[in-house]
Each structure stands twice: as C-alpha cells, then as structure tokens.
C-alpha cells in the first residue's frame, strides 16, 4: 500500500535529521509510526540509524508484517538477550516519541537498549509527517470525495425532530459503506473523539476536548459528540466529521438548518467564510503558523465577534487550524506560540467557528493542502448553509 | 451520572491500599481513571491523598467539570507556580499510572510536584477497578440487553453476498441509534479495534490486535475487522462487538451462516460451547485466573483442538477471557502467568474461539459477572449458530 520508494524517502530524510541532532537512530514503536515508513500497522519495533539500512522487528504478526511492510530487513522480534549483538555497533544517542511512549514501555526499551541515551525526537518526527507526498496528498483527496458524498447526502436523511444520535448514526453508517476505517487516531494524550451531529444549545456546550465544538454527548463518561435530543427547528445544525481510508484522514463541517436562522448567526457565519477565505489565499509556503491564527483573531475581533470565536466565550479554543493526515492532531497547528513557517504539501483543516450563546454554533470547515498558490481545498464541496 | 456514595466507596478502597503501600496519595490525569472516581471525563487532574479529602483540578471544561464531578473540593487548574503551596504536606511518595502516562506528561508532573518519587500504582489501579458494584452491574446489564437487541435484529440485514463492511455498518447503524457511546476504550498501548463483521477465511488472518480473530481489515493502516470482501455462503458468519452505554461495555460474538457449515466447524463449536459452560460454572471468588485459562485450553487439547484454540495455528491469543467494563481489556485476564483470585463482581468476557485453517474462524463470546454460584450472564442471548 506504501510505495517501497516513499517509504525510501521518508526515512531518507528522517535519517538526514538524525545526523544532523547527533542521534545514532531512531526507534519507533508506536503504530503510527512504525506505519509511516513501513507500510505496515503491526506490533513492531523500527530501527532506522542515521546512516544505513533499517530493521523491523516484527512482534505480531509476523507473518502479515512480512507481506505489509516495505523494509528489506524484516524479522521476528528477537528475545530481549539477543539484543547486545542486534545493536552492537557505536550507538550512544537514540531517538523516541516520547510524545505518546507510555512510561512502561519506555523503561522496557530503556533496558533492551540498555547504557543507552534516549532523546526525545517527537517535534522532528511531527514535522516530517507534516508534509505530505505527491502520493499521500493523492490518498487524501480521495478521502475528501468520499466524505463530500457523504455530506451531499445528508439532506436526504436529515428529518426535523430526529435525535442528534440518529443523525450520527445515519451519517456514520454512509461513511462506513464508503470505506471509512473508523477509527480517528489522535495522537495527544487523553484525546478522543466520535464526530459532531449536534444542534442549537447542544453545540454550545464547552467540554474537554481541544476544539471549538464539542457536543453534550450521551453521557459524562463520554461528553462530547451527538446526544440523545431532539433537533429543533431554527437552529444551526453542525455536522463535522472526519473520515480515514487507508490511513489518511480528513476533516470538513458544514451548516444544515430547519426553517430559519437568526441574524446573528448568519452575520457570524459570513465572518467564519470571510476568515476561510483569508487563510486559504494564506497557506502558502514560508507563512508563519502563529501569523495566519493571529489574522484569523483580528478578522473575528473586527466584526465585534472575539469573544465568540472558535468556542464558548471564556472557554474558547486557542487555534483555527490543525494539520491531518494519518492523524487527527498533526502539525501545523495555527495557533499563538507557533512560529514554525508553513512548508508546501502540509495538510490543514481550517475551521472557523463561533457560538453565540443561546442561538448556537456556527462556522465552517475544510481541509487544504498548502501550496506555493494559496490553499488547495481537498474537500470540494459548497460552503453555504443548507436549509432543509 | 456516578453516585457520590459510589465515588467514596471507590476513593476510600484506593486510600486502604495506598496506606498498606506505604504511598502518601495518587495522582490521576489519565481521563478513565479520573472518571472512575470523580463522575467526570473532562481534562483533569485528581488528588487522591492517602487519607483526607481528595482535590479535582479541572483543566478543560471547568464549567462542564464542575457539574459533573462528585468531588467536594473543586478547583480550576492552577498556575504552576500555586502547586507548592497546593501540596505542601507531609508527601513523599505519589502513585502514578505508568501503563498509560506518556514521558512528556510524566515530565511535566514531576516538576510539578518536584522532589517527590512517583511509583506505578497501575496494578493497584486496575485490580481496585476490576471489582464492580452493584450500581456497575446494573450499568453492564444495561449495556448487555442493548447489544442483545441489536444481535437479535442481525438476520433481518444480513444478507447473501453482502460486504462485511455493510454487514459492520448495519450493526454499527443500530448499535449507535440504541445509545452506543462509540468509544471502545481500551488501555494497552497501541490497541485499537473496531468490531469484527468477518466471514470464511478472513476471519482466520492473523494480526496486530491482541486477540483471537481479527479480521483482514480495509487496509495495511487499519488491517483488523471488517474488509470491503463479499460475504459467501457456507462459512461462517463472526459478529463480534461491544457496546458502550454510561461508559461501562460488554462484549460478544455471535456465529452466523448462510447456508451450511463443514461437520469440523460445528464440532469445534460445540467444543467452544463446552468451554464457554466449564468456565462459566468455575467464575467463582477464590479461582484462579492461570487455572481456569489452563483448564480451558487442556479442554481444546482433548479435543484435538489445541493448534486452533484462541487463534491461527502458530499465531495463537494466549487467554481465553479478558476484563471488561470501563475499558475492553481490564482485569482479569484468564491467561498463564496470571497467579491472581477471581474476585466476585469480576467482570469477564469469556471467548472461546478456534481458527481452522480453509475453514474459518467460530467460537462464543459473552460477558460474565463472577458470582458465588458461577458466572452470571450479562449477554443474555442464545449462543447457537444462526443459519440463515
């Protein structure tokens, strides 16, 4: 599935950054990860050295690994006391997503690798998968037709009255026939996610996870996402969900309303595409992550709407973009203290929202690659609220 | 949601094992932990001393925290400059849960609370959790009687020459609409699952996810559960899925057939079945995890079935049943090694299963609560093969 010459070019140049930190190699061991330059999501253990040729260690299962991964030197995970002669060579410094290695596993590998120096290498590796191949931007795009199929269908199952709940399952049920691997892998502690089917007040309501809008949810073991009420008449209606096929996500919302909306939130939504269309002409190569949030924020300001952009004023999320890609959370993330330059084949899901207490949640989402022409939107779909 | 009286019950059996451990208090960030004592799953950090009143650090949403939490003593996240003065008593020794915390969250803390030692209380955590009340049953038989609904609903969509992704998104279509949170939640590192919708010979493939069966998948990015492959008659048919409600999940797997199946597959049916009795006659306090695993497996061996027991031959699941209620592999976990005593009020998915290569995978799966007079079943349904 991963083309054996990406793979040769993703760890090409994750091994031009090691050498250039001083790090004898690197050791992956999360999924993701070791997916990244294998093609295989087994239970592995990935070598890559600064200069020279990597190893998986393939723990289960083996024998699908094998067929998966596109490393030449593929073996079955060793015992722990064949390790010494495994990495005998002059390795001192080892690099390690110490993002997302539980402290268990760490100390296991610490032992295995033992006399060792383990430096933390999550930033580079964040950074590196930021920006995506001709190849992956490709597997992108078609996750952005098969989500907009979706949403094109929405108004068909759409019915006044129906629970929140029953709309995230008649929309889950679309994206699942489509292909839709199911599962949004984030990569931040404690992160979940289901997507939003929520409406009105329900849409308003702040909560823990780190977005604009996270839903009342069914209950306070899982709070976020749709809940079992009814959709009212009259109010905004938020459906954003993203999709995965084969690995590669992205991420789009979109306004659907029964009847009418105040003008207000119409007033509110215009500023959400006036902000999307600033960022969009803006994701160009060499622009700073921080800048483009910041203009993002005067923008909201200038309508008189800072206290409602992107959430609950006083609970407001602190960002308006975040990158996708095999992951929910990647990089680039336009948000204050970022001043990382955009860099061309990053993939950003722009979304500007905003909550107007007591009328509920407005806004837009799509998912864009940058490129030295401003934004490449990969989820071509009209932007408008849809009435019903 | 949760009971204050459940919340003190639960904090004052952690704070008799933290003072048997000579531990002066625990310190929980991981979201599941949290909500197991606070009632509340929003971004968080809990204080549970070794004696005295526990402290709820609301991050994101205080709001929503506020509401949900039974905790008495309430905050919003402070400064970290505040925590000295916050925690200024006699601690030396902290608990942390090492299986699930990251190095960088690690870190952090420990400069939080800097100059204190932080040791892994994640058995202590999971055992304490593995016991249910009698206000978790109920939650569990609640979870139960949902998912039996939609398994009994399954012969009205599954249809000859249907994908196993259709088949995955009708049964997911109506566990969602009965209240499915969506959310499996499991605690082992780099697991991840969707439920199985798997037919004929992908059901023998191995793979990545600690399991008997695991199905070809979509992709070599998520490569377990349904694949986009046509359903044939004549093999069997393996529903396997949890359903979460109120946070708490059951787990099970029923077999379905278009059609006929070899005389060897309803044979080793019957043998998971006579499995699937044993143990649950055996769900006893006082038995142990090892013994009942060990019993289980001499069962298949008798059978001749010892190379297909718990997986693909060579690549077998080395348990016959594993914990669940907050999360789908909890304590216990009927396996070698595991020297430990049922407790009652346990909670078990038994899953007995083979794989006969050419053939298939069958087996059983329902969710057991360990009672004085054996398991209680929680998944209340016929276990036979439905022929269709």
């Known amino acids: ?21 001083g790090i004898d190699g690197a050791l992956f061991v999360y999924a993701v990860d070791v997916y990244y330059f294998t093609g295989s999501r087994q239970n592995a253990l990935l070598w890559i050295p600064a200069a020279g040729r990597p190893l998986h260690l393939i723990r289960r299962s083996y024998s699908r690994g094998r067929q ?65 191949s001709p190849f992956e931007l490709e597997a992108m795009r078609a996750s952005g037709r098969k989500l907009c199929e979706v949403f094109a269908q929405a108004p068909s199952f759409l019915k006044p009255g129906m629970r ?28 979940e996610t289901t997507g939003l089917a929520v409406a009105g007040a329900n849409a308003e309501v702040p909560g823990c996870f780190d977005g604009p809008l996270i839903g009342k949810g069914l209950s306070a073991a899982a709070p976020f ?21 084969r690995g590669y996500m992205v991420d789009m919302t979109r306004i659907f309303a029964f009847g009418r909306l105040a003008p207000e939130l119409e007033r509110a939504f215009a500023v959400a595409i006036e902000i999307q269309a600033w960022l969009a002409e803006n994701l160009r190569p060499g622009r700073t992550w921080e800048d483009l949030y910041s203009e993002a924020a ?40 970022f001043k990382y330059p955009l860099q061309g084949g990053q993939t950003i ?20 690659a ?16 849809v009435y019903l």
């Open 1 to 21: 599935m991963v083309p054996k010459a990406e793979s040769d070019a993703r760890i090409s140049l994750l091994q031009q950054r090691l050498r250039d930190e």
């Open 68 to 132: 998966e991964s596109v490393i030449d030197d593929i073996r079955p995970f060793p015992p722990s006391r064949e390790f010494p002669d495994l990495f005998s060579g002059d390795i001192r410094k080892i690099g390690v997503t110490l993002d997302v290695l539980p402290v268990q596993q760490y100390r296991f590998y610490k032992k295995l690798f033992h006399g060792r120096e383990f430096v933390d290498i999550s930033l580079i590796n964040r950074e590196l998968r930021s920006v995506k």
């Open 164 to 191: 929140e709940i029953d709309l995230a399952a008649e929309f889950e049920f679309r994206l699942r026939k489509s292909g839709h691997e199911g599962y949004l892998r984030m990569r931040a502690f404690n992160q």
């Open 225 to 245: 996402g749709p809940s079992s009420d009814a959709i009212k008449t009259n109010v905004p209606i938020v459906i954003d969900y993203g999709i995965v096929f």
């Open 298 to 337: 005067g923008l909201a300001a200038e309508a008189g709407l800072q206290d409602n952009f992107m959430g609950y004023p006083g609970e407001q999320a602190k960002f308006v973009g975040h990158g996708v890609g095999l992951e929910l959370d990647e990089f680039p993330v336009l948000a204050p203290k």
């Open 349 to 368: 899901a722009i979304e500007p929202k905003f909550v107007l207490p007591g009328l509920g949640a407005i806004g837009i989402e799509n998912t864009y």
């Open 370 to 385: 940058v490129t030295e022409n401003g934004g490449e939107k990969l989820t071509e779909f009209p932007d408008e609220i």
